[in-house]
């Protein structure tokens, strides 16, 4: 199925990112892409409107990696499935990411999939947000007014 036309925007910042959204606020995030562009062929089989802005956040290198310290493991939205399976750094309670992203989809969904997208896509099915919930996890939010902090828990319901 074609696609309905959009224009896609590449920023490699997040302060052009942020400053896209402002402009277009109605636009969609693109991370991975393997929940919205399914979704785009069904609203478009249903009639619905889809987008015309969409923003790609695959050049946005403060979005991706995984770091640690002596407080926390931070995974930035950008970091792949893929990603968390090759980090040396998610041992002890958060190595149950890579057992859990190890048996997600396939080997070439787990190099497009992204946390973020998992996470934000809010299907309760997908694998990520029941774990998120059970290490407690703290998702960082940030739009173009105000950045926010919930519990994986508080999103989720």
């Known amino acids: 199925m074609i696609l309905n036309p959009f224009s896609l925007h590449r920023p490699n910042d997040l302060k052009t ?3 896209l959204l402002r402009s277009w606020p109605d636009a969609k995030l693109l991370a991975g892409g393997t929940f919205i562009i399914n979704n785009l062929k069904l609203f478009k089989s249903k009639g619905l409107k889809t987008p015309s802005n969409m923003i790609s956040l695959k050049n946005v ?3 991706k990696g995984i770091t640690r310290d002596q407080h926390a493991t931070t995974i930035r939205s ?3 499935l893929s990603e968390i ?3 040396d750094l998610l041992t002890d309670e958060t190595a149950v990411l890579k057992a859990v992203c190890r048996r997600i989809a396939t080997t070439p969904i ?3 999939a992204t946390v973020g997208g998992n996470l ?3 299907y309760t099915w997908t694998e990520l947000p029941a ?3 059970a290490l407690e996890a703290q998702l960082h939010f940030m739009g173009t007014e105000k950045e926010e902090i919930l519990s994986a828990e508080e999103f989720f319901k």
């Open 120 to 122: 934000m896509c809010r």
């Open 110 to 112: 787990r190099h497009m």
């Open 85 to 87: 399976l090759d980090s």
């Open 17 to 19: 990112t942020l400053s």
């Open 61 to 63: 290198t403060e979005l």
């Open 131 to 133: 774990v998120m919930m």
């Open 78 to 80: 950008m970091t792949t």
